[in-house]
């Protein structure tokens, strides 16, 4: 797991954060595929030190109480984008598919850091 530079506030750092995001799921679509990602039950687990990682099965991960925030990839609004393009035989699928991964990336990057936020209140 990649672990992000964080700032003096204990926040995490939204660049760092995103491009973790990222690359967790470039690597998890290239072992698993998209077909797997698109699962309605895929999340993105951020734990305490805002290490980032995906999981299919939330009641099977080990150290709950370390889980800082959970984003399910449903609710995400390129979630729908991806389903699209999964289905589409286009020949500029890949830069299409390139172009939503980083759409999703960008959006569970903001939802972890809200939830972060939101659970420090």
């Given at each position: 797991?990649l672990?992000?530079f964080?700032r003096?506030?204990?926040?995490?750092?939204?660049?760092?954060?995103?491009?973790q995001?990222?690359s967790?799921?470039?690597t998890?679509v290239?072992?698993?595929g998209?077909y797997s990602?698109?699962k309605?039950e895929t999340?993105?687990?951020?734990?305490?030190?805002?290490e980032?990682?995906l999981?299919?099965d939330?009641?099977?991960?080990?150290?709950p109480?370390?889980?800082?925030?959970?984003?399910?990839?449903?609710?995400?609004?390129?979630y729908?984008?991806?389903?699209e393009?999964?289905?589409?035989?286009?020949?500029r699928?890949?830069?299409?598919?390139?172009t939503?991964?980083?759409?999703?990336a960008?959006?569970v990057?903001r939802a972890?850091?809200?939830?972060?936020?939101?659970a420090r209140?």
């Open positions: 797991m672990k992000i964080t003096k506030g204990k926040k995490p750092d939204y660049t760092s954060l995103k491009e995001v990222l967790v799921i470039t998890y290239a072992i698993r998209l990602l698109m309605p999340a993105t687990v951020m734990r305490k030190g805002f980032a990682f999981t299919q939330l009641a099977r991960i080990e150290n109480e370390s889980i800082l925030a959970v984003v399910h990839l449903k609710n995400m609004e390129s729908d984008q991806l389903r393009i999964e289905v589409t035989q286009s020949p699928r890949t830069v299409l598919s390139q939503a991964l980083n759409q999703l960008d959006q990057a972890l850091i809200k939830r972060v936020a939101d209140i």
